[in-house]
């Protein structure tokens, strides 16, 4: 177990440990994107270093008003839904109910954080306030607010990584610079990481120091209702929510991470871990995923767990280019080449991207992923390379309006990842896919999903087309598409754009 004591700063990271003089007689742990009382950074040291602790959880309006209204643009007249706050509000009953167990409890309040995290500190006269990091830009700048407003007070601001095993300044190029290309970034994270890097924190061995929640403050979590939400269909999907829906969901991975490789390219099989979601929000720690993937990879069957922990370390990866190319949040290519890059407009290109929005396009596996998208949250990862691909290649749209929709509809959305990832469909990323390399829709969906199992699970309407013509059903000709009861414009659209035509307009766009 994790103890920083008996190490020396010679051998661990500063940015691991941090090492802490001070005692204090109260703390407040605020949790953000890490919803569990096991193996937590900030309620670790805060536990440790003060006798009291407090816990609190903010709602922050500056987040979810935003998202209420996004989805009365799209949804006008209706109240807003959004599977992310019901997954949330879930791990918040049950990290509740652990903290109260231990003789604590989780004040959760709604707001904007930076008014209410400093005035409950002065409600509770703590000494310190505990946090882990967050990186994207407009948290910094919440979190110094915070800072500033606490120090003026004569309070503290701890904070600590948690959310990523290396960060920031951790993994560099020989010449001291952050990387810019995921292999040698992932050659030296392996040979920088250490057993200690993956020990969990055994914030088990303090919780004594829990402080029971004052009668004002101890008060039931708010309903969807009271945050301005209504209830979406996540209780009909196959998700498990909480810190006991993460454990479900990774012991159910740990007996199939040898056919990981395999599998996890073809979206009509059980692949992936489906546990993006629960790190998102941190209902599982990345020591935990990190730590399995690392001692599964040395067994000799080891392969699937390599490739885990290689899709772990792009999320460190993405993480790291974002702190340092903050621009990247504002909308901004990384390759600054690439913002001169002219974007098909006007109402023809929105009615396409009205049209992949909605899983309308006429291309199978593009409209199956958006569908999937569009009702559960979720897209497979294949998936999501493909629909960008299209979006940006086939479509001429510019990323960004992609990047935006994946945002509002993703529940596990992360702004380093979907930015990353879309940069990377987009080639104007680091790293990215070369301009020249563009997905064909069609070989994709021949590839991944040679029998049309996904595509039928989400376009009924061509369950009886038999695999040769389902990835591309124009081909087939309306007088066989009629014998398997399909008529194009009707039960089903026509493809959009030329897949070939479309190719050679994207590379004269790229290569101007």
């Known amino acids: 177990m994790l103890d920083p004591q008996p190490f020396t700063?010679?051998?661990?990271?500063?940015?691991?440990?941090?090492?802490?003089?001070?005692?204090?007689?109260?703390?407040?742990?605020?949790?953000?994107?890490?919803?569990?009382?096991?193996?937590?950074?900030?309620?670790?040291?805060a536990l440790k270093h003060c006798e009291r602790v407090w816990c609190v959880f903010v709602f922050d309006t500056t987040i979810l008003q935003p998202l209420i209204d996004a989805w009365q643009t799209r949804h006008p007249g209706t109240q807003a839904q959004d599977r992310r706050i019901e997954f949330i509000l879930a791990a918040l009953g049950e990290l509740d109910d652990a903290l109260r167990?231990?003789?604590?409890?989780?004040?959760?309040?709604?707001?904007?954080?930076?008014?209410?995290?400093?005035?409950?500190?002065?409600?509770?006269?703590?000494?310190?306030?505990?946090?882990?990091?967050?990186?994207?830009?407009?948290?910094?700048?919440?979190?110094?607010?915070?800072?500033?407003?606490?120090?003026?007070?004569?309070?503290?601001?701890?904070?600590?990584?948690?959310?990523?095993?290396?960060?920031?300044?951790?993994?560099?190029?020989?010449?001291?610079?952050?990387?810019?290309?995921?292999?040698?970034?992932?050659?030296?994270?392996?040979k920088q990481l250490t057993a200690f890097d993956l020990k969990p924190y055994p914030v088990e061995s303090y919780a004594n120091h829990l402080a029971t929640l004052p009668p004002g403050l101890d008060r039931a979590l708010p309903t969807l209702d009271q945050l301005g939400f209504a209830p979406s269909n996540l209780a009909e999907l196959s998700l498990p929510t909480g810190m006991s829906g993460a454990q479900r969901l990774l012991d159910d991975f740990m007996t199939r991470i040898d056919s990981y490789q395999d599998r996890r390219d073809f979206p009509?099989?059980?692949?992936?871990?489906?546990?993006?979601?629960?790190?998102?929000?941190?209902?599982v720690s990345i020591r935990t995923l990190a730590r399995f993937a690392h001692e599964s990879s040395l067994q000799p069957d080891g392969q699937g767990s390599a490739t885990l922990l290689s899709e772990l370390i792009w999320r460190d990866f993405y993480f790291m280019i974002l702190a340092h190319h903050p621009k990247l949040a504002?909308?901004?290519?990384?390759?600054?080449?690439?913002?001169?890059?002219?974007?098909?407009?006007?109402?023809?290109?929105?009615?396409?991207?009205?049209?992949?929005?909605?899983?309308?396009?006429?291309?199978?596996?593009?409209?199956?992923?958006?569908?999937?998208?569009n009702r559960t949250g979720y897209m497979h990862n294949r998936l999501r390379m493909v629909t960008a691909s299209f979006l940006v290649k086939d479509l001429g749209i510019d990323w960004r309006l992609g990047e935006r929709y994946f945002a509002e509809q993703l529940n596990d959305f992360d702004l380093a990842a979907n930015n990353g990832g879309w940069q990377w469909a987009a080639s104007t990323g680091c790293d990215a896919q070369p301009y020249f390399r563009i997905f064909n829709p069609i070989t994709q969906s021949e590839k991944f999903d040679a029998d049309g199992r996904f595509i039928k699970r989400y376009l009924p309407q061509l369950a009886k087309l038999p695999a040769k013509w389902i990835h591309a059903p124009w081909l087939a000709g309306a007088e066989r598409l009629a014998e398997f009861?399909?008529?194009?414009?009707?039960?089903?659209?026509?493809?959009?754009?030329?897949?070939?035509?479309?190719?050679?307009?994207?590379?004269?766009?790229?290569g101007k």
């Open 9 to 45: 700063l010679s051998t661990i990271p500063m940015t691991r440990v941090r090492r802490l003089s001070n005692t204090f007689d109260t703390g407040l742990v605020w949790f953000r994107r890490d919803l569990r009382n096991t193996d937590n950074a900030a309620l670790y040291y």
């Open 101 to 190: 167990a231990k003789g604590g409890g989780l004040v959760v309040l709604y707001g904007d954080p930076a008014d209410l995290v400093p005035r409950l500190a002065e409600e509770l006269e703590v000494d310190a306030v505990f946090a882990n990091h967050d990186y994207e830009p407009v948290a910094i700048e919440r979190d110094e607010t915070v800072r500033g407003r606490l120090a003026e007070a004569g309070r503290q601001w701890l904070t600590f990584k948690d959310q990523v095993i290396f960060e920031r300044e951790e993994v560099l190029t020989g010449q001291n610079r952050p990387f810019t290309v995921f292999t040698p970034y992932k050659n030296a994270w392996l």
């Open 268 to 283: 009509a099989v059980k692949g992936p871990s489906y546990l993006s979601m629960h790190l998102r929000f941190g209902t």
């Open 330 to 373: 504002a909308g901004a290519s990384f390759k600054e080449e690439y913002e001169r890059l002219r974007w098909e407009q006007g109402p023809a290109a929105d009615e396409a991207y009205a049209a992949w929005c909605d899983g309308r396009t006429g291309y199978p596996l593009v409209d199956a992923a958006m569908l999937q998208l």
């Open 485 to 510: 009861g399909v008529i194009l414009g009707k039960d089903y659209p026509a493809p959009i754009v030329d897949h070939a035509e479309a190719r050679q307009r994207t590379l004269a766009r790229f």
